[in-house]
C-alpha cells in the first residue's frame, strides 16, 4: 500500500493540483496532516478537495483557528490577518468539516499521523531534543508529522541515538528516497504543499510505500506567480504573498 503524504497546504490550491499531477498513478490511499486552510487564497476549494482526497485528515493549529474553535491571539499580526480573512470565506459545510477534523495522533495501516508534536499540535519540532518525547511516545515506529514546513524529520536507533534527516532530490530527480530500516522509529516531516520554509519554492510531499519501508520526498514546481496575483487580489498581507517566491 503506497499513501500520499499531505500537509501544510495552506489554502494554495495550484500547488495542490500541481503535487497531485506529478504522483497521480503513483499512491493508493491520500493522507492529509492538517492546516488545510490559512495564509492561501482558496480556502474552499482546498477544502473540496482535500474532502473528496483523504482517507484521513487530521487538524492543524491554522485549521482550528479559522473555523472558530481557538482564538487567533496567539497568532502574529500577518498570519492572523489571514487566517480571520479565511475564517470569513469558509462556506458553513466546510467549517463545520474542519471542526470536526481529529486531533493527532491518529494511527492507519502501521504508522501514525500528528500536525506537530504527538502531544501538541501547536508546538514546532525543529531539533533533536524536541523529537525525542515523539519519538518515545509514539503509538508505532513510523510517524509523519507538520507544522515546521521543513522537509525531513529525525530517526532513533536501538542504540538511543537521534538523528537529523534533511532531504533534497538530486538534480533532474523529482524526489529523494529514504528507506527504513528495522528497529529504527522515525518522525518525518513530508514538507508544505502550499509554503515551503526550507528555501526551496516547490510543493513538498511524501509518499511512502509501508510494504516496501520506502519514502518518497518529493518537490514540484508550480506557478507561484498565479498564487500571488489570487493573494493580492483577496488583499492578503503582503509578506505572505513575497515569501511564497522564495520558500521562506
Known sequence: MRFLILSDIHANLTALEASLAASKGKWDKAVCLGDIVGYGPDPNEVVDRIRELATVTIRGN???????????????????????????????????????????PVSINGFSLVHGALRDEDEYVVAPAQALDSLLEAPSPLTFFGHTHLQGGFSLAEDNSIQALRFKPADGEAFAKLELKKGTSYLLNPGSVGQPRDGDPRAGFAIADIERREVEFWRVPYEVESVQQRMEKAGLPEQLILRLSFGR
Open 62 to 104: 491554522h485549521d482550528k483557528v479559522a473555523c472558530g474553535l481557538t482564538s487567533a491571539d496567539d497568532f502574529n499580526p500577518i498570519a492572523r490577518a489571514a487566517v480571520l480573512w479565511t475564517r470569513e470565506q469558509l462556506r458553513p459545510e466546510n467549517r463545520e468539516y474542519i471542526e470536526k477534523l481529529p486531533v493527532g
